[in-house]
């Protein structure tokens, strides 16, 4: 291939190195001719300033040199690296780290600007409490349910180099603007994934819940919030194709590292029947100072399970039993797929649906472990021959109930009069422990000279038992807000000295619920647990025609891309159309 000046490049490779080397000189140029302003370069000054657009003036001028200095520094790292194999002599180098210098101290007085412009803003609404918000209240788990891949990696989204005759760019430009793109469509399609289906009533509601979701991750930030005065809505924002790589980057890493506890309150921003008690207003809508303190409804849960994919998460934001019960059950009946990395709500018995769905919160439904066994063992140099040792284990479950709910006490009645079934419980972390019988116990032994000999030791007289102790109820409260134990609910275990096995378990318990609600079977329970909540439209179902099966409508748009186009008013660029799985759900895999 022929190359020019010399055998180092070819044509195409020599006219982006020629473009390059233009562009450094015509920004360097540019930032050699911006005016110094003593005032913005004087911290003193700065910390003492309460004009708001003058503070704006003084950002706007940091900025642009920030901009610059960035734009010539990685030109001159660019042009070593790819023309030069990163071979920067001594001159160059001294001149870079000069020019790195620069922008750090540019960045000081940036972070002084916006850090005062943030104060005044709060002061001016009286809001200065957000100040006093611990950043590290709540973790921020890497378990929303999506993923955090680069656009880069994909061929398609680059731009093309071609020598017949195309216009080659700076390689620079190319890269920086693609890098713009990238967190611009990541920020677009992330929340498009959030959106609820066209059908469902309560879509338009979807849709605040992600502008209140939105507001809470520009709100801690003080340089968002500087720029967030500059628009009126969260769509006018994000809707803004002039935004600089830096600012795109932060709002992307704003948006994805908003923790659980960040969704909760603001679904509770939307919600808040009382729009009553502190708050600060960020692009057109009010951010809480405090959590409303009202009762959800159903639905409401499936704003969060939208966003965040966890359930052992979203227990975390649940102070309450019946928080936790509301939020269970609409993770079943809606038949959402979240992840259960620490705590579980589904099970693989028949029935364990549906005594969770009643409100019956187990600690966790073990599998069946053998019910009896005899062995004979060796006792040693203290008595004579073997001994024949007989172990008889009964199947244990710990759960929780609502206070709240006068079923879960006819429940745990009922198995108080079940003749299988042994009762510990305890209401409130207050309440005295009552038990079903004088001795709960969960597995006893009884010994003899001979296998046969076994049979004359009555169980009853056997000492050798485990017993269910008052404190093994803590066991049976739910993990609930920040990882602690709510001990405000009905706590029982339940003790099985039946036959069977965990699944005879289960259907037994089943069935008692069937008799609280006078239903015959488990599919008529179901029903009854469903059919208020469908009726009051709190669950959402559709029917398909072809084959007139009725299901759960689900909480998120299925068509990613329809949902892009309806959210931001424009199709999804063709690289993201021909591969909408780019920012699939982390779930899917699960």
Known sequence: MLTVDGPTWCPRHNEERLKLYANYKAHHALLDTLADNPACSDVTTILGCTALPLLKEWNDCLRLKYNLLTRCIEARVYFSERFFGNDM??????????????????????YYVETQAYQLILQTQNALWVLDRDPDIHESGDCSGYDDDSLGHDASFHSIESDRGAVIEDPLETVLREKSVEFLEKIRSRLARYCAPSASKYHDERLEVIYAYVRRAIFTE??????????????????DDNLDLVTLEKIWNAVKTL?????????????????????????????????????????????????????SCLRTTCKTIDEVIAMTRFALFSETTLSQSCIKYEYGFDGAKELILAGFIPSDIPLSSPRHSIICTDSGSQSFGPVWEETKRNLSLYGSLSL????????????????????????GADGRVIRSRPVVWTSRKRHARSRSALT????????????????????????GWSHEKIADCLMVVLVDGGDGNMGDFVRKLVEIWCQVY????????????????????????????QHEVTFALPITQGDVMSAYESLWGTPPPPWLAENPNRFRLATDSF
């Not at 020019?99 to 960045?107: C, D, S, T």
């Not at 729009?275 to 639905?299: N, R």
């Not at 004359?456 to 269910?468: G, H, I, M, N």
């Not at 015959?520 to 439209?537: H, I, N």
């Open 456 to 479: 004359s030791v009555p169980w009853e007289k056997t000492r050798d038992v485990v017993r269910c102790e008052d404190d093994d109820l803590e066991e049976a409260q739910p993990s």
């Open 89 to 110: 002599d001594f001159g160059h180098k001294t001149f870079w780290e000069s020019l790195v210098k620069k922008r750090a101290e540019v960045e000081q007085f940036l």
């Open 222 to 239: 003080p340089a968002l919030m500087f720029l967030s005065q500059s628009y009126d809505s969260v769509m006018a924002l994000l809707s």
């Open 259 to 311: 923790c659980v506890h960040d969704i909760r309150d603001a679904v509770d921003d939307v919600l808040r029947a009382n729009g009553k008690g502190d708050y600060v207003m960020v692009l057109g809508g009010k951010v809480f100072k405090e959590a409303s303190g009202e009762e959800w409804p159903l639905h409401a849960w499936g704003h969060m399970m939208a966003i965040y994919h966890c359930y």
């Open 404 to 427: 709240n709910d006068a079923r879960a006490q006819a429940f745990v009645n009922g198995c108080i009069r079940h003749p299988d079934l042994m009762v510990m419980l305890r209401k």
């Open 518 to 545: 006078h239903v015959k079977d488990q599919k008529e329970l179901y029903c009854a647990l469903e059919t208020p909540f469908v009726e009051a439209g709190e669950l959402e179902h559709c029917t398909c025609g």
